[in-house]
């Protein structure tokens, strides 16, 4: 009986402290959300403080841009900003983005972060929010404007250029090189082959035997790839441009099993694309900082909303090549996994 009833002393102790520690934590977490939300509560006109930033991206469904999301999200929790962020279904839509930025506008939006979809197609629709006072900030891809607060992507031409370096480290006599890009619209991507074809121009090893733009989808991607290696076969290197065309290269390579015979020098990072790295489909990836892209972006809204100074207009975020000799490295794996 004694210890039955020094158990049931020491249960009902542990119980006390239990709750205890609940209501102390209900206590803290409370409070730090009424911190957190002090400027959303309602004034006296029933509206709120926060202010609306809108995040219009080239689309929402691949890694890249799941990346970019988290980091303007973490950006608007911290900056206590209500966000939106949206996209169109592919990378070739620019009309629904235009019409996405339209409704930001009518919904109150004081700025407006936004990746074209098409450099000049999306400029008219960016003109007329601005003219609306609409601050605008552009990450990842440009748009014809000069109407932009802030530019905060990866360098593209840089980018490229790292990938030529990447094709140039290899040590064939001949580097035949097929060229994958996506929208020819699409000024990151246009700017990415320009920094190539300036490095590789520089090594006589080098014949660009064939280039072509596809819609940046993997099916597209892969199918152009396919029919451009039984073109030519002779091409024994690849280079393209971002995540969907590196899928679909990859898948190529796969199928036609060459990835003994052909180097491939892709964009971007996603668990597809590093376990292709590990097989030997791939063998570079440049892979860009998407969620400092998107976490910086809503930084500058929040700066421009408030009249504090924007120090630079224009921020070249991080880009690293991995290969199969670095992506097991401490490094490596924060490049390739960094916000998993």
């Known amino acids: 009986m004694k210890r039955n ?11 006390i402290l239990l709750g205890a520690m609940v209501l102390a934590t209900s206590y803290i977490v409370g409070i730090r959300y009424i911190i957190g939300n002090l400027n959303a509560f309602e004034n006296e006109g029933g509206e709120t403080n926060r202010h609306y930033v809108a995040v219009i991206a080239k689309s929402t469904t691949s890694a890249f841009w799941k990346s970019v999301f988290a980091g303007a999200n973490a950006a608007g929790t911290e900056y206590n900003l209500t966000l939106t962020v949206e ?18 506008v009518e919904n109150g939006a004081e700025v407006i972060v936004f990746s074209a ?7 008219e629709a960016i003109n007329g929010a601005a003219m609306d006072g609409v601050r605008i900030v552009v990450i ?10 802030c ?24 580097l035949n090189v097929g060229i994958v890009n996506f929208d020819k619209n699409s000024a990151n991507g246009q700017q990415r082959e320009q920094g190539l074809r300036e490095e590789l ?15 940046s989808t993997t099916e597209d991607s892969k199918a152009g790839t396919m029919e451009m290696l039984k073109k030519h076969p002779e091409i024994n290197v690849i280079a393209t441009f971002n995540e969907w065309t590196s ?45 400092a892209m998107g976490y910086l972006g809503v930084e500058c809204a929040y700066n421009l909303i408030n009249n ?33």
Request: glycine share 6%.
């Open 5 to 15: 009833t020094a158990v049931g002393k020491h249960l009902n102790l542990w119980l």
């Open 87 to 104: 996209g169109p279904e592919n990378e070739e839509d620019y009309q629904t983005q235009n019409e996405m930025i339209r409704a930001a």
């Open 117 to 123: 979809v098409d450099y000049q197609a999306n400029a």
């Open 140 to 149: 990842d891809s440009d748009v014809d404007s000069d109407q932009v607060s």
């Open 151 to 174: 530019r905060i992507s990866t360098d593209n031409y840089q980018a490229g250029r790292m990938a030529g370096k990447a094709i140039l480290s290899g040590n064939q006599e001949k």
């Open 201 to 215: 121009s520089k090594d006589s090893r080098v014949k660009i035997v064939d280039a072509i733009n596809v819609l």
């Open 247 to 291: 899928l679909g290269v990859s898948y190529a390579i796969r199928e036609l099993d060459l990835a003994e015979e052909t180097s491939v020098v892709a964009f971007d990072s996603n668990v597809v694309c590093v376990g292709m790295l590990e097989t030997g489909e791939v063998d570079a990836l440049i892979v860009q900082n998407p969620y």
């Open 308 to 340: 504090l100074p924007v120090e630079n207009v224009q921020v070249d975020t991080s880009t690293t090549v991995i290969t199969r000799e670095n992506m097991f490295e401490e490094e490596g794996q924060k490049v390739l996994f960094s916000f998993d």
